[in-house]
């Protein structure tokens, strides 16, 4: 059974403190997607990682793959109360990549001053 | 484009009654996806079809039914409704050919049964 887990899964930070989102997963995946979602509301694609090593960078948020550890990893650096949310990771649930998700349960994220 | 659309945005349904959450995408996708959100799950996959005419289940099919007879729309449909079965529903799709590979999700369907 293909599995997902993120920890923690609830995380309360300072703004302008840095932080690591853990997304270990149970498949031989080589492709990793982050999402965002805003309470009440869908869920917005961060990143898609597809390959060992692969680092993306979009602001204060990083997200690292590491396939033979089976790791992914999303740094936020120097928080601001706008990146409080949930986040998720998810893995391809077949062969087909982008077919179909396995997420993890998210994390929720609160960055209080 | 409109994206992935979802109706309706909120259902209320009494046990055993029937009903199908509308799913339609007009940026020419061959997979689309059916999760449901419960508070501390995560999204959990319920049907999913790479194309017109083909689906198959996911982690939690028991009580859907899906079917995709165009490329545009993949309602789901609930048989007889069950309170395990208040949610809240997403549909996604992905993939075109020279696209990104990421799933762009609608705006979700808020279900109730009492």
């Known amino acids: 059974e293909l599995k997902v887990e993120q920890n923690p899964l609830f995380l309360s930070m300072q703004e302008g403190k840095n932080y690591t989102i853990y997304c270990n997963y149970s498949?031989?995946?080589?492709?990793l997607y982050w999402y965002r979602q805003d309470p009440g509301k869908s869920l917005e694609s961060l990143f898609v990682?597809?390959?060992?090593?692969a680092v993306k960078q979009e602001g204060r948020l990083m997200a690292s793959l590491d396939t033979k550890a089976r790791l992914s990893t999303l740094h936020i650096t120097a928080a601001v109360h706008d990146l409080s949310a949930t986040y998720f990771c998810a893995v391809d649930a077949l062969g087909q990549a982008g077919t179909a998700l396995i997420f993890g349960k998210g994390t929720t994220l609160s960055v209080s001053s | 484009n409109a994206g992935v659309t979802q109706t309706p945005k909120f259902q209320v349904l009494k046990t055993g009654q029937s009903m199908t959450l509308q799913c339609a995408q007009d940026m020419n996708h061959e997979y689309m996806s059916w999760y449901r959100q419960d508070p501390g799950m995560g999204l959990r996959l319920i049907h999913y079809?790479?194309?017109?005419?083909?689906?198959d289940q996911g982690e939690v099919p028991n009580g859907y039914n899906v079917s995709r007879s165009t490329t545009e729309d993949f309602p789901l449909r609930l048989l007889s409704a069950a309170p395990s079965q208040t949610s809240v529903y997403f549909c996604?799709?992905?993939?075109?050919?020279?696209?990104?590979?990421?799933?762009?999700f609608g705006p979700g369907t808020r279900l109730t049964v009492l």
């Open positions: 996604a799709s992905s993939y075109s050919p020279g696209g990104p590979d990421t799933q762009y």
């Open positions: 079809s790479v194309g017109a005419g083909i689906t």
């Open positions: 498949t031989t995946s080589d492709r």
């Open positions: 990682l597809l390959s060992n090593g």
